[in-house]
């Protein structure tokens, strides 16, 4: 694998996430979420290279460790203080500083590709996901909030605050839009709860999600649901 120079900040949003503490608050959250058990859906036991992009603090890169324990893992993300924290807290893993505008890994690097909680916090998503394919020789895994969650209602109106960071809402029309035809892809719809907006803790959110979540029709959390997970493989 050949890496070349990472690429340039080049928007606010990025520049957002690389000089902020946003991610601090991500210390809180413990390493077994919803989120993660969707992302694991992509990754298969026998992957031998696997990227995670934005890394974060390295929750993923260690459940993948679970996963795929033969796998080679690296991680991407733009801010130092959760690169160090990823080197600390994910061991073994392979974590550099850089932009998931320009990635410095060759086409094709990855057996799978992962993107999780963080597409919606990206300025280009376009750009974004098609450097997350470039990179990819089978798979790609994204998560997407959408804008017809309830957390999006209760912030409209009033009831739950707004902050300053970053962030775009897609349905999944919009996100079917943006995905490129190299890949075939399959959308997941997620629950319908929203954590934030009921103020539920992690554990119940999880048990909620998996006692009531299975039962809900797709077509129903696809429109209505507050995440959509994005799988593509390569044709």
């Not at 969650?149 to 409209?156: A, C, E, G, K």
């Not at 009831?159 to 943006?178: F, S």
Request: a positive charge.
């Amino acid at each position: 694998m050949e890496a070349g120079a990472p690429g340039a900040v080049t928007d606010a949003a990025e520049r957002f996430f690389r000089d902020g503490d946003y991610w601090r608050s991500w210390s809180a959250v413990p390493d077994l979420t919803v989120d993660i058990d969707y992302a694991l859906r992509a990754v298969r036991p026998d992957d031998r290279s696997v990227l995670d992009v934005p890394c974060g603090r390295g929750r993923l890169l260690k459940a993948v460790a679970r996963r795929a324990p033969g796998a080679t893992r690296y991680g991407l993300d733009v801010n130092r203080d959760m690169v160090e924290r990823s080197r600390r807290e994910a061991p073994g893993a392979r974590v550099e500083i850089g932009s998931v505008y320009a990635m410095p890994f060759r086409a094709k690097s990855f057996d799978v590709v992962l993107c999780n909680e963080s597409f919606m916090h990206f300025d280009d998503p376009r750009r974004a996901l098609s450097e997350l394919c470039r990179v990819s020789r089978e798979r790609v895994y994204v998560s997407v909030t959408t804008r017809r969650q309830l957390n999006t209602l209760l912030r409209h109106i009033g009831l739950l605050a707004t902050g300053d960071v970053p962030h775009w809402t897609y349905n999944v029309e919009e996100i079917k839009a943006l995905l490129p035809e190299a890949f075939r892809w399959s959308i997941t719809g997620g629950i319908l709860i929203g954590q934030k907006a009921l103020r539920l803790s992690h554990a119940t959110h999880r048990r909620l999600h998996r006692s009531l979540g299975r039962f809900v029709p797709q077509p129903i959390l696809k429109t209505f649901g507050q995440s959509l997970f994005v799988y593509g493989f390569r044709i």
